[in-house]
C-alpha cells in the first residue's frame, strides 16, 4: 500500500527512514548472495524548487512518496544516513550538484538522458507523482533502460561556464553591433566597415549627431563587452594547462586554446566513453 507522506522534510526523513529500515533485514542461505548493494530504489523528478520522489522496495512494490526543496540541505536531512539506495532522476538544471552530493552520502545515483527517455516526455499521465514512479521503476528493472549519462566534475562545470559565460558576451556583443549599425542605415547614414575589435572608437567618430543620445550608450557597451571577452580569453588560457591534452590539439592549424579546452570539457575530459574516434564526431553532431 502507498503511503502518502508530508512534504516537511523532517517528517519524510522519519518515515523514509522507516520505508528503508525494513530493505535491511538478512536473507537466509543463497538469497544473501543475490541482494543488491542497495536496499531501496528511488525515483526523484527534479524541480525547480520542489522535487517529488518515489521509493520501492526490492520487490518493487512502492512504501514511500513525498516531495522534497531543490535545496542540498534538504536532500542531506531525507537521504543522510538511510543506508545506500539507487536513485534515479533526469539529466536537467539541477542533477550536477544533486548527483554529485547524493554520491557524496554514498547512494548509486543514475542520471538519465531524457532524450532517450520517451516513456517519461511522451507520456498521457505527465505530472510529478507519475514520473517520480516511472523513474523508480525503470531504474528497478534495468537501469539501462534510463541510458544513464556521467555528469561533470564540480571543476569540469566550472571551467565550461567560464566558456558559456564568454560566448554569452560575444553574442550580445554582437547582437548590438548589429543593431547599431540597423539603426543608422535608417536614417540614411552609415557606419565604416571595421572590426569588433575597434568598432567602439570608430562607431564613436562616425555616429551621427542625432543619434548619439540613443546610440553612444550601446557603443559604450560594446567596448565594454570586447574588453570582457579579452579577459575571458587570458581566463580560457590559463585553464588550458589544467587539461595536458588540450596541447596536442593545439597543434593542428588553426586550433587555439579556447576551441581545444571546449572540446576537452564538451566530452568530459573522458576519453575512455568513446571506444572510436568517430563516435566523438556522432557525438557532437558532426
Not at 527512514?17 to 525494513?22: F, G, L, M, P, S
Not at 547614414?189 to 548619439?212: I, M, V
Not at 579577459?231 to 594547462?241: K, T
Given at each position: 500500500?502507498?503511503?502518502?507522506?508530508?512534504?516537511?522534510?523532517?517528517?519524510?526523513?522519519?518515515?523514509?527512514?522507516?520505508?528503508?529500515?525494513?530493505q535491511r533485514?538478512?536473507?537466509?542461505?543463497?538469497?544473501?548472495s543475490l541482494t543488491p548493494p542497495y536496499h531501496a530504489v528511488v525515483?526523484?523528478?527534479?524541480?525547480?524548487?520542489?522535487?517529488?520522489?518515489?521509493v520501492l522496495?526490492?520487490?518493487?512494490?512502492?512504501?514511500?512518496?513525498?516531495?522534497?526543496?531543490t535545496t542540498e540541505a534538504s536532500l542531506r536531512v531525507l537521504f543522510e544516513g538511510k543506508g545506500r539506495m539507487r536513485i534515479a532522476l533526469e539529466a536537467g538544471t539541477h542533477s550536477p550538484w544533486m548527483s554529485r552530493s547524493l554520491i557524496a552520502l554514498g547512494h548509486e545515483v543514475l542520471v538519465a538522458n531524457p532524450r532517450k527517455l520517451r516513456l517519461i516526455a511522451e507520456s498521457d499521465a505527465k505530472h510529478?507523482?507519475?514520473?517520480?514512479?516511472?523513474l523508480a521503476r525503470l531504474a528497478h528493472v534495468g537501469p539501462a533502460l534510463l541510458s544513464p549519462i556521467r555528469p561533470r566534475s564540480a571543476q569540469t562545470q566550472i571551467d565550461l561556464a567560464l566558456i558559456r559565460a564568454r560566448e554569452v558576451a560575444v553574442q550580445t556583443r554582437t547582437k548590438i553591433v548589429n543593431a547599431v549599425r540597423g539603426m543608422v542605415k535608417s536614417?540614411?547614414?552609415?557606419?565604416?566597415?571595421?572590426?569588433?575589435?575597434?568598432?567602439?572608437?570608430?562607431?564613436?567618430?562616425?555616429?551621427?549627431?542625432?543619434?548619439?543620445?540613443?546610440?553612444?550608450?550601446?557603443?559604450?557597451?560594446?567596448?565594454?563587452?570586447?574588453?570582457d571577452?579579452?579577459?575571458?580569453?587570458?581566463?580560457?588560457?590559463?585553464?588550458?594547462?589544467?587539461?595536458p591534452e588540450t596541447q596536442a590539439i593545439q597543434t593542428i592549424h588553426g586550433v587555439g586554446a579556447l576551441t581545444a579546452v571546449a572540446f576537452v570539457l564538451v566530452l568530459n575530459n573522458d576519453r575512455s566513453r568513446f571506444t572510436r574516434s568517430r563516435d566523438v564526431g556522432c557525438y557532437l553532431g558532426l
Open positions: 500500500m502507498t503511503k502518502t507522506i508530508s512534504t516537511t522534510v523532517t517528517t519524510t526523513a522519519t518515515d523514509l527512514d522507516v520505508a528503508t529500515e525494513r533485514e538478512p536473507a537466509d542461505g543463497d538469497a544473501a525515483g526523484l523528478d527534479v524541480g525547480d524548487r520542489q522535487s517529488h520522489y518515489c522496495d526490492l520487490q518493487g512494490d512502492v512504501v514511500a512518496e513525498g516531495a522534497v526543496k510529478d507523482r507519475a514520473d517520480a514512479r516511472l536614417t540614411g547614414h552609415r557606419l565604416p566597415a571595421s572590426p569588433t575589435l575597434t568598432f567602439a572608437r570608430k562607431a564613436t567618430d562616425a555616429c551621427p549627431e542625432a543619434l548619439q543620445s540613443a546610440l553612444l550608450p550601446l557603443i559604450r557597451l560594446v567596448q565594454t563587452l570586447t574588453d571577452i579579452a579577459a575571458y580569453d587570458r581566463l580560457v588560457v590559463e585553464n588550458a594547462r589544467a587539461y
